[in-house]
């Protein structure tokens, strides 16, 4: 596996071999293909950091599902800033390794 990129307490890796992509959410190691990827970058996207420091989301926590129900996580303020981050760095260093590849 190759890491693509870390964040706070987040890391993304690529797995060739499997096709894959793999999530470290600090305790649970997550495999998704690349839709179900694309599915929680837009769930990330859609979090609106605004609401928890407006007051608007007065507990500051966010709830995502992912791959098919079959995971849940509850992230507080902290962490969806740095799922923002890690989401965005990922998709730059794929982004950057197609870059590489089409070069060569």
């Known amino acids: 596996m ?3 990129y870390k964040a706070h307490n987040f890391t993304s890796f690529q797995c060739d071999r499997s096709r ?3 999530i470290d959410f600090k305790h649970k190691l997550v495999k998704l293909s690349f839709c179900q ?3 929680f970058r837009e769930q990330v996207k859609n979090i609106d950091l605004d609401a928890h420091f407006s007051g608007k989301n007065k507990h500051g926590v966010e709830i995502l599902v992912l791959c098919n129900r079959s995971h849940i ?3 507080d303020t902290y962490e969806c800033i740095a799922l923002k981050d890690l989401m965005k760095g990922t998709f730059a260093m794929l982004e950057l390794n197609s870059l590489l590849i089409l070069e060569v």
């Open 2 to 4: 190759n890491t693509l």
């Open 20 to 22: 894959a992509f793999y």
């Open 37 to 39: 990827l694309l599915a």
């Open 73 to 75: 996580f509850i992230f």
